[in-house]
């Protein structure tokens, strides 16, 4: 099966940058994606990284090294806006068609 | 807008109770995905479906079932309603279901949700 995991919170103040780790378990491995989810919102696709090394969307960065199963999201010059959900998500066992999302990491931004 | 449409957006209903929900991808995707999000949880993944053919499973109760119909449109059906069901229910859509090429994305464009009540 597949199973990921991530911090459930993250406190940050306005300015600084996060960092939002995710460990998967998967038998077949398609990529490592990232997505937003503000409060009573849809997820929104951020990120996505197949390849190992760094991926670079503005302020935010995701990272990839699938030798380790590891990823991570990199939020710099964080704003009250980004205060949201923030869910790493693979395809992976079962061919490419699933894709599972872990638990998510609620990232809270503070003036 | 993502421009995948869910309806409706918000349902109460009773417990044994039977609901249908439905998804429009948006123009073009032919994959449809189903996931269940309670209060303050991760994306459950349900099923997806690729042109019509079930495609993946995921932790989908027998009392749910779902279809994906020659226009593309998909309906989720929940039987035998209980208290528990309450949650969000997310459509998502994307181009694709088979193996990427040149490790292409197919990213998954997510409805606005029907939330769900059962009481």
């Known amino acids: 099966g597949q199973s990921l995991e991530q911090p459930s919170e993250v406190t940050a103040v306005e300015g600084a940058i996060v960092q939002i780790n995710c460990t998967y378990q998967?038998?077949?491995?398609?990529?490592l994606s990232w997505y937003q989810q503000h409060d009573g919102g849809a997820p929104t696709f951020l990120s996505y990284?197949?390849?190992?090394g760094l991926e670079e969307t503005g302020r935010f960065s995701s990272f990839l090294s699938r030798s380790d199963s590891y990823g991570y999201l990199l939020l710099q010059e964080l704003q009250m806006k980004d205060s949201a959900s923030y869910f790493c998500a693979v395809r992976g066992s079962g061919g490419y068609n699933k894709l599972i999302f872990g638990a998510g990491t609620r990232l809270a931004v503070h003036p | 807008d993502s421009g995948v449409t869910q309806t409706p957006k918000h349902l109460i209903t009773a417990t044994g109770q039977r609901v249908t929900l439905r998804c429009s991808p948006r123009?073009?995707?032919?994959?449809v995905y189903w996931y269940q999000q309670s209060l303050d949880q991760g994306l459950q993944f349900l099923i997806q479906y690729y042109n019509g053919e079930e495609r993946a499973k995921g932790n989908i109760l027998e009392r749910f079932s779902a279809q994906q119909f020659p226009d593309l449109h998909s309906e989720l059906n929940l039987s035998s309603l209980e208290l528990g069901d309450s949650a969000l229910y997310f459509c998502?859509?994307?181009?694709?279901?088979?193996?990427?090429?040149?490790?292409?994305?197919?990213?998954?464009?997510f409805g606005q949700g029907t939330r769900l009540t059962v009481v």
């Open positions: 998502a859509s994307s181009v694709g279901a088979g193996a990427p090429t040149n490790n292409q994305n197919t990213e998954a464009f």
């Open positions: 990284n197949a390849l190992d």
């Open positions: 998967t038998s077949g491995f398609y990529g």
């Open positions: 123009s073009g995707d032919l994959s």
